[in-house]
């Protein structure tokens, strides 16, 4: 574990920084920055599970880091809404007792999460506004504008004894943001032009040469769309993408048609945007879901859930033709606007698949300009180095060859300056030291992922884990027997409960044999091992294991059952 040293030349101590989260992969964003006595943590995001992680139905950081010094956490700092940056806030929030800083939007949906898992917090929300500052112990916090997918996006800067750090969150430079609250150039200017000692930045996009386009630039193809359908127009996106929804809002009273929000998330969010202002509806636009089919569908725009293909979404459930009130016909149009998030192309693959088998039209960012993403490309990324003019810089957000592709290009863009910037491209875990000259990593903490089954904040095990791999491909079998606890005799005949155990077509069932190796063990056992229920679970688990993957080369998970009687 590392401590606080101090810096011999000012005899004050170092400042810590610890990304817990998010460099390396899309999603689990987190970070914690100390000093002295006085540590805070930016964002706790989530990410959803691979395929492979059976059963899990949430991933999140591992906070060890932050738990173990509980006393020092003064804060939890929130850059915006999106689940990557704030979908493990129930996990953390209980562990210590500060304020949790955050825009009106940001708060409100992190409001709603914490009321999902019973946790009342209210009087800890802490709203801000860009330009605010807070002092949290020896740090000042300061927050800045920034433009992205939705509203209410904030970079944070962080005063501290040893100079200034540098948080950008997500970003991208949008020149024409429908709100009309632009990225605040001028601030990270001046920051910049006083010194900022390292500058933490997004590196989602990094290798996308030029500009990202503006929220607006999918106005033309949804135009296109809307004009040429015939049948309902389906737009399926993320429910935060508030900016996306107000377009298609925009677009449905241009065009007549009304509007229905379908799916919880789509309901819920868009809700909460009206009542905060960041969702404009003209009255008498929004239908209900049972209204849809009372319209003609040359008048409804729905706006849904299940942009990743989840199982449970309202779009699934349409694609199979299982929804209650939204059905899809062949003069009917489909559009994904949003990016595929890594690891989810089967899932979405499949449920497009099944929306052509209803006859609709798919259109997706391959075919039409219906998406834009909401990171920063390449020349936005070079333009806040230029901006900021860190003496430090470390990459964030993204996969390791992005990272080491932003560090590369600030390195080439920083060559022929007079102090040149120093790059560190660092790791989740690593611990970072900085001094008012510069910045290096010093140690190494834990740092990783918690696998969350159903509500359990401590997560499951890598051998829970292991079982269910186990049982997914091979198989349970469940013998259960029944022994007089005097005596030490088997009563009746060993049953043998199997699941998804696969015995081949016209092959003799393993099953008879797998009693009879029961019965002969337990005739060959004495009295006191047949007493000894621990021990005969053992071995007729292993005599088990034994006989099935000689017997049909599996090997199914053995979990033998013993009552006594």
Request: glycine share 8%; hydrophobic share 40%.
């Amino acid at each position: 574990m590392s401590v606080h040293q101090a810096d011999p030349a000012s005899n004050q101590p170092l400042l810590e920084v610890v990304p817990l989260g998010g460099l390396g992969e899309f999603g689990l964003n987190s970070m914690a920055v100390s000093y002295a006595d006085t540590l805070i943590a930016i964002d706790a995001g989530s990410m959803f599970p691979e395929p492979e992680l059976l059963g899990i139905d949430l991933i999140v950081p591992d906070f060890t880091y932050l738990f173990e010094r509980a006393a020092n956490t003064k804060a939890l700092v929130l850059t915006h809404g999106h689940e990557d940056h704030i979908g493990a806030v129930p996990y953390v929030v209980k562990q210590f007792g500060g304020p949790i800083y955050g825009t009106p939007m940001t708060l409100a949906l992190v409001e709603a999460k914490l009321a999902e898992h019973g946790i009342e917090a209210a009087d800890r929300l802490v709203p801000v506004r860009p330009r605010d500052r807070f002092v949290v112990g020896d740090l000042t916090v300061e927050f800045l504008r920034v433009t992205h997918s939705m509203p209410d996006c904030v970079a944070v800067a962080i005063h501290t004894p040893v100079g200034v750090i540098v948080h950008t969150g997500d970003f991208k430079v949008d020149q024409t943001p429908l709100d009309a609250e632009h990225f605040d150039f001028h601030r990270f200017s001046e920051l910049g032009g006083e010194g900022v000692l390292a500058l933490f930045s997004d590196s989602t996009n990094i290798e996308r040469p030029g500009f990202t386009g503006s929220e607006i630039d999918v106005v033309p193809a949804f135009e296109e769309i809307f004009a040429s359908t015939r049948g309902k127009v389906v737009v399926t996106s993320f429910a935060t993408s508030v900016y996306r929804l107000q377009i298609l809002v925009n677009m449905a009273a241009q065009f007549g048609r009304k509007v229905a929000f379908v799916g919880r998330g789509m309901v819920d969010s868009s809700q909460l945007a009206q009542r905060l202002g960041y969702l404009k509806v003209p009255a008498g636009l929004v239908i209900r879901e049972s209204e849809i089919k009372s319209h003609p569908p040359s008048d409804v725009v729905c706006l849904v859930t299940g942009s990743q293909g989840e199982p449970m979404s309202a779009l699934s459930r349409i694609a199979i033709n299982d929804h209650r009130h939204v059905a899809l016909a062949p003069d009917d149009v489909v559009v994904f606007s949003a990016r595929e998030i890594p690891g989810n192309e089967r899932s979405i693959d499949r449920v497009v698949n099944h929306i052509a088998r209803r006859g609709a039209d798919i259109i997706n960012e391959g075919t039409k300009h219906v998406h834009v993403s909401g990171h920063g490309s390449e020349e936005e990324l070079k333009l806040l180095l230029s901006l900021v003019r860190p003496r430090c810089f470390i990459p964030i957000h993204g996969s390791f060859r992005q990272r080491a592709r932003h560090a590369r290009i600030g390195e080439r863009l920083t060559r022929n300056l007079p102090n040149r910037v120093e790059v560190l491209v660092a790791e989740n875990g690593d611990v970072l030291h900085f001094d008012r000259d510069g910045g290096w990593i010093a140690d190494k903490v834990p740092a990783g992922r918690v696998l969350i089954d159903g509500t359990s904040v401590t997560g499951i095990g890598d051998e829970v884990l292991r079982d269910r791999r186990h049982l997914a491909e091979d198989g349970l079998v469940v013998p259960v027997l029944a022994i007089n606890k005097q005596t030490g005799t088997v009563e009746g005949v060993p049953d043998i409960i199997t699941r998804g155990l696969v015995v081949e077509q016209g092959a003799e069932s393993p099953i008879p044999g797998a009693a009879r190796l029961i019965a002969d063990l337990l005739e060959s056992a004495s009295l006191e091992e047949r007493t000894d229920y621990g021990m005969m679970r053992d071995k007729i688990s292993v005599e088990l294991r034994r006989y099935f993957r000689k017997r049909a080369g599996q090997r199914p998970l053995v979990l033998p059952v013993i009552m006594e009687i």
